[in-house]
């Protein structure tokens, strides 16, 4: 099945879909070095998002969190590719300074993405690929 | 969004990854924004020039990227004075080391190392000029005292805007998205209010939020915009206001009011703040200050000697222009500071009461420097420095 949404950052990522019904604050909120969510109470604390497709609805927090996602990266923690349901700009630019694929507006709720499922991003085309694609 | 054929060139990498990563960046917010194009702009003053702010991520970022700016673009202030940190007591030189590593990584993409709050002293910009400037007073005054177009930027986004020199059409670049939403009046009018603009600000943000606010019945000068301006944007989100007949908008547009909400600043909740508590420092500055301002607080030291701490903040550019003013200050035991100010300096932190001219500084001092904050006017800031 191919959901097309918005191009947000380029390139292609594939992984588990980790799903976060809540926003996300990467400064703070995540941590540089492991990759884990450590933001008390937050649905994905103690998860971690390296090499997760993660899907959350914006972003929230100080704009330091675009040095954060690119920090990541830089630490081999960062996700493989980030869903949102819109877009702003400190996630917009920390996806692009990292290099990581991301698309926003897919035509459908966060809801109905299954946690664990394996999906690819195609972040040129702004396409969300579940299942196998051949 | 549309792109023109040059601007597709770069977003395909042919100037280079760093320019194509500058452009992913301007195509994604004009994205995010709905912006139709891209627009030039004339200059761009970026935020993220302190170490403490942006981290040793951020300076890594900074130190990968290769390319230089398109347009004149200044820095936002940093946590000490560039050369002369030595001398304000407080700065550690491990501080100062990755201070100067940002500011190197700065340089090298050729933005001057001007690091103000006041980039129109040094750049000169006109009306209707679209810009990508950060600080939040800065972004106020471009837009509502000198009538240029600009959002307030983030780091990355000013950043990015400089190297490509265009920046998304959207926001305050649209003239509709400029009308005012709510009248503010001051309730005695400004003539016992002429020392108290930054107070009024202060008050007036508070209740304009994000609003565009239109003044009326008051005739303020440049310098007392300036102070409005900035308490409006750090008590509230104000990146734009007007004054009836005295801003550059409100004589070029016709604005309807009519049917606007009201707001009345009134005598005595200004009178309110200007609360007496002792103090171990005094700081003029926020905004850094102009030339006229800086002649003020000079004649206002003559033949005093400080009893307590003055820092008065300046732009480095104002402060070099200006040797007999900042020597006139210096002799009275007062300190002039470039490059930084009492708000983002960890030089401020030692202190437990501080005293300001600045509405804006009022609203940030307790939080940032964890101090209390005593509001006066200039006259009485330099009384309370000298008594």
């Not at chain 1, 990467?26 to 998002?49: A, M, Q, R, W």
């Not at chain 2, 942006?54 to 398109?70: D, E, F």
């Not at chain 2, 200044?74 to 940190?85: A, C, F, T």
């Not at chain 2, 200050?289 to 903040?313: G, I, W, Y």
Request: aromatic share 6%; with cysteine; charged share 20%.
């Amino acid at each position: 099945m191919i959901l097309k949404g918005r191009s947000i950052a380029k390139g292609s990522g594939r992984g588990e879909l980790l799903v976060s019904p809540a926003p996300i604050s990467f400064l703070s909120g995540v941590n540089p070095d492991t990759g884990i969510v450590v933001e008390k109470g937050h649905p994905l604390e103690g998860k971690t998002v390296a090499g997760r497709v993660l899907a959350f609805p914006y972003g929230k927090g100080s704009t330091v969190g675009s040095y954060i996602i690119y920090a990541l990266q830089q630490n081999g923690t960062a996700p493989a590719a980030i869903i949102n349901v819109e877009a702003e700009p400190i996630i917009a630019v920390g996806a692009i300074i990292a290099g990581i694929p991301m698309i926003d507006r897919l035509p459908l709720d966060l809801a109905d993405l299954q946690d664990g499922t394996e999906v690819t991003v195609e972040g040129d085309s702004g396409e969300l690929i579940c299942g196998d694609t051949e | 969004m549309y792109l023109d054929a040059e601007d597709e060139n770069v977003l395909a990498g042919e100037f280079g990854e760093t320019r194509q990563k500058m452009m992913e960046i301007l195509v994604a917010l004009g994205r995010v924004y709905d912006a139709e194009k891209l627009v030039p702009i004339a200059s761009a003053q970026v935020s993220g020039a302190s170490y403490k702010t942006i981290g040793k991520w951020g300076l890594h970022w900074l130190s990968t990227m290769n390319a230089r700016v398109a347009v004149p673009a200044v820095l936002n202030p940093i946590g000490m004075p560039r050369d002369e940190w030595r001398e304000l007591d407080g700065i550690t030189p491990e501080f100062a080391h990755q201070q100067e590593e940002v500011l190197a990584a700065y340089r090298r993409l050729g933005i001057k190392l001007e690091c103000t709050c006041t980039p129109y002293y040094l750049q000169r910009t006109e009306y209707g000029e679209h810009l990508a400037w950060s600080e939040s007073s800065a972004v106020c005054y471009a837009n509502s005292v000198i009538g240029a177009r600009t959002n307030r930027e983030g780091g990355p986004s000013a950043l990015a805007a400089a190297i490509v020199g265009k920046t998304p059409f959207y926001g305050l670049h649209i003239v509709e998205n400029r009308r005012p939403g709510v009248v503010v009046e001051v309730e005695a009018g400004d003539a016992p209010h002429a020392d108290h603009y930054g107070a009024i600000g202060y008050l007036a943000g508070r209740e304009v939020g994000n609003r565009i606010p239109i003044f009326t019945g008051i005739r303020p000068g440049r310098d007392q915009l300036k102070a409005l301006g900035a308490a409006m944007a750090a008590s509230g989100a104000v990146a734009l206001f007007h004054v009836d007949k005295i801003t550059p908008e409100t004589r070029v547009f016709h604005f309807e009011t009519e049917s606007l909400e009201r707001i009345t600043v009134g005598q005595q909740d200004i009178e309110d703040l200007f609360a007496a508590l002792d103090v171990d420092a005094v700081a003029i500055g926020c905004p850094h200050c102009s030339p006229d301002e800086l002649r003020e607080v000079a004649n206002l030291l003559r033949d005093k000697q400080t009893t307590k701490p003055l820092l008065v903040f300046v732009a480095r550019a104002v402060a070099r222009e200006n040797p007999d003013l900042v020597g006139a200050i210096e002799r009275s035991g007062a300190k002039v500071v470039p490059d930084t100010c009492m708000v983002v300096s960890p030089a401020m932190d030692r202190y437990r009461a501080i005293m300001v001219d600045s509405g804006k500084a009022f609203a940030y001092v307790p939080g940032m420097c964890g101090a209390l904050a005593r509001i006066g006017t200039r006259k009485e800031c330099i009384d309370v420095a000298t008594s």
